[in-house]
């Protein structure tokens, strides 16, 4: 149910249906499942403002509706607390990979594919009025955390399986998996990897409540319509908090992904400190993917362009700390780079080496000439040497679609599949 009074003078109310079991402190009740005077309740509308309260809802009602516009949740919760006082290190050192690229290349892609029509399903879901199975959510981004844990590589690569006709759902898919990679790469455990993820995943679904014209529009949008974007934080909020067992940062992260840290950004313009530390790290990811994304009004970027976008946003819009980390743990040459090599050579960027960030593992797609070769897997750390005798080196990061290679088109043909395994 959603009953809006935007006149003037006149309170605006949105009512959204949550069950008793997932009611939080801060959120305002404004009707029972049940006729006020039928409930030991003396006002019509109240904040929980203690777990004795939602108890004491509990024990009479199976559902409430709350009132998102008066609720404290989530902006001024007792969870919101400094970054300073966050139990996640930004220190931390990563952990090895468990595994080769080559025998993470399989259960990666099950898992993304699985998961890819995972999120296509909710967002068709959000769009009909339907609820999100969060349960089904949460399972995926478990095998997620597992194979990015095991190997990152594997999935980073498969971020780079584009379709500017399915950005939106692609976009939450990648979300998630640059998210997971950067909490990894700070030392996080894997419960908290879990969370991230989901929230990673869940970031944008607000989106489904805006009009496919505007959110696909190719041109410069109005004022009137970034408004309308711009509304998908509220959105999202609301279909979290109304969804039975999500994660309560998942909501935090919905609502506060475009807030900056200098207070620029919507819908409430927080600052630094009023941020949370898994919004941040999505955040830094959401810019990432964004940047180097096609989408209907623009091309994306190379990933070297995006990392300047990044530093340029460091202090700004986004925490410095973790863009410094999400440029450590990508590398200079990131799994599903498209590369030239010094004599000519063209390849694809497959695994990172740790050690060695400007030596990794490639598969080698076109000859001098340009001409497609056969693929074979070149391990640079290892001093492979070009058919003239001299040590394979990258010269230079390509754009994806450069010598008319695609990548998803590659992958889809199942050849780097083949010359992984």
């Known amino acids: 149910m959603d009953n809006r009074m935007d006149s003037p003078g006149i309170t605006t109310l949105r009512k959204i249906k949550v069950a008793a079991g997932d009611l939080k402190i801060g959120m305002y009740v404004c009707e029972l499942d049940r006729p006020w005077l039928d409930s030991p309740f003396l006002f019509q509308g109240f904040?929980?403002?203690?777990?004795?309260?939602?108890?004491?809802?509990?024990?009479?009602c199976k559902y409430v509706y709350i009132d998102a516009y008066r609720t404290q949740f989530p902006e001024t919760t007792p969870r919101r607390r400094p970054i300073k006082s966050s139990r996640l290190s930004w220190t931390a050192a990563p952990p090895e990979k468990r595994v080769s690229v080559e025998r993470e290349i399989d259960r990666a892609q099950n898992t993304h594919t699985q998961t890819s029509k995972l999120v296509k399903t909710f967002?068709?879901?959000?769009?009909?009025?339907?609820?999100?199975?969060?349960?089904?959510?949460?399972?995926?981004?478990?095998?997620?955390v597992d194979s990015v844990y095991r190997n990152p590589d594997a999935m980073l690569l498969?971020?780079?399986?584009?379709?500017?006709?399915?950005?939106?759902?692609?976009?939450?898919?990648?979300?998630?998996?640059f998210s997971i990679v950067l909490g990894r790469y700070l030392g996080m455990s894997i419960p908290e990897l879990r969370n991230l993820g989901l929230s990673g995943l869940m970031h944008d679904m607000g989106k489904m409540r805006v009009p496919l014209e505007i959110l696909n529009?190719?041109?410069?949008?109005?004022?009137?319509?970034?408004?309308?974007?711009?509304?998908?934080?509220?959105?999202?909020?609301?279909?979290?908090?109304?969804?039975?067992?999500?994660?309560?940062?998942?909501i935090d992260v919905a609502y506060e992904h475009h807030e900056n840290l200098d207070g620029t950004g919507y819908p409430n313009g927080l600052t630094d400190a009023q941020i949370m530390p898994y919004t941040r790290i999505v955040a830094v990811a959401d810019t990432y993917d964004a940047v180097t994304s096609d989408r209907v009004y623009q091309s994306g970027r190379t990933h070297m362009d995006a990392i300047a976008i990044l530093n340029n946003e460091s202090g700004k819009r986004l925490d410095g700390n973790l863009v410094t980390k999400f440029v450590e743990c990508l590398g200079t040459y990131p799994a599903g780079s498209l590369v030239?090599?010094?004599?000519?050579?063209?390849?694809?960027?497959?695994?990172?080496?740790?050690?060695?960030?400007?030596r990794p593992k490639v598969i080698m797609l076109l000859d001098a000439d340009k001409n497609p070769q056969p693929h074979r897997i070149v391990d640079l750390a290892k001093l492979?040497?070009?058919?003239?005798?001299?040590?394979?080196?990258?010269?230079?990061?390509?754009?994806?679609?450069?010598?008319?290679?695609?990548?998803?088109?590659?992958?889809?043909?199942?050849?780097?599949?083949r010359t992984v395994r």
Do not use: W
């Open 47 to 60: 904040v929980l403002a203690t777990q004795a309260d939602i108890d004491a809802v509990r024990k009479v």
């Open 123 to 144: 967002m068709d879901d959000i769009r009909f009025g339907r609820g999100v199975d969060i349960q089904l959510a949460r399972d995926a981004v478990c095998e997620c």
């Open 158 to 177: 498969l971020t780079q399986l584009k379709d500017r006709d399915e950005y939106t759902a692609q976009h939450s898919m990648n979300v998630c998996i």
């Open 217 to 250: 529009k190719p041109g410069r949008l109005t004022d009137e319509e970034m408004t309308v974007v711009k509304a998908h934080t509220v959105h999202g909020r609301d279909i979290l908090m109304s969804t039975r067992g999500v994660y309560p940062g998942a």
């Open 340 to 358: 030239e090599m010094s004599n000519g050579e063209v390849a694809l960027v497959i695994e990172v080496n740790p050690r060695q960030k400007l």
């Open 384 to 417: 492979d040497l070009d058919p003239c005798g001299q040590p394979y080196r990258i010269k230079a990061m390509l754009k994806n679609g450069s010598y008319n290679i695609d990548i998803k088109r590659y992958y889809e043909q199942g050849l780097i599949q």
